[in-house]
């Protein structure tokens, strides 16, 4: 069974840029999360999309957003980079069975660098 | 707001030493509480889990157990080899949080030989 895939692996982008992340989960998995994990901040959550509705939240700007589309695949936008941006944008995926929490498997990550 | 506060690393043991990694927690109500790790070059895994007080997570000679009175989830593991070399992050999930995972700064665990 295909793990949680993320593309592209590395990014590079300037500053005032916009970008889009992409996450396809396993197979069946019906939520998907984003992180956003930088040496100073470690792992912070950005959102989670269960059937298309994001049903969670984190304390990010308006600039981060993200959609879930039908077939569960997500995708995360940031709008105007800053530099503070560069960080590890991980993507999770989880069963989701009645909402509870549940064991979350993690994608290796896109790499962003803002210059 | 939900915490989890966890032991500065790094932590640096020989092989078959007693692991201790301390974790705590400020959340309101019957969070989730999990450990993850990160190998090098891997990503995040789950490595063991507990939903409510005085259950014990265990996996790959690894223990933990929620406690409520002193909200804490420190990781044990009697005998750590080389290859548990890895950063690991303790987590909560708030009550009716779903999928939202709170973390620590994560602790590194070197194991030499």
């Known amino acids: 069974k295909a793990g949680v895939t993320q593309t592209p692996r590395y990014l590079i982008k300037t500053r005032g840029q916009q970008v889009t992340l992409s996450c396809s989960p396993i197979?069946?998995?019906?939520?998907v999360s984003w992180y956003q994990q930088t040496p100073g901040q470690g792992l912070q959550f950005l959102f989670e999309y269960f059937s298309e509705t994001q049903r969670n939240k984190g304390n990010f700007p308006g600039r981060f957003s993200g959609r879930q589309f039908s077939n569960s695949r997500s995708e995360m936008n940031v709008s105007t980079l800053e530099l503070g941006d560069s960080a590890l944008y991980l993507c999770?995926?989880?069963?989701?069975?009645?909402?509870?929490?549940?064991?979350?498997?993690f994608g290796s990550g896109t790499q962003l660098s803002v210059l | 707001g939900d915490s989890v506060t966890q032991m500065e690393g790094p932590v640096t043991l020989s092989e078959e030493a007693f692991l201790t990694i301390n974790c705590t927690y400020t959340a309101t109500g019957y969070p989730s509480l999990f450990w993850y790790v990160q190998y090098p070059g891997e990503g995040l895994q789950l490595l063991l889990k507990a939903t409510k007080a005085d259950d014990k997570g265990s996996n790959k000679g690894f223990e933990a157990t929620y406690r409520k009175e002193t909200t804490s989830f420190h990781l044990e593991k009697g005998s750590v080899q080389v290859s548990d070399s890895a950063v690991y992050f303790c987590?909560?999930?708030?009550?009716?949080?779903?999928?939202?995972?709170?973390f620590g700064a994560g602790t590194r665990l070197a194991v030499h030989p």
């Open positions: 197979s069946g998995h019906r939520s």
């Open positions: 999770a995926s989880s069963l989701a069975v009645g909402g509870k929490s549940e064991k979350l498997f």
């Open positions: 987590a909560l999930t708030p009550s009716g949080g779903y999928n939202k995972l709170i």
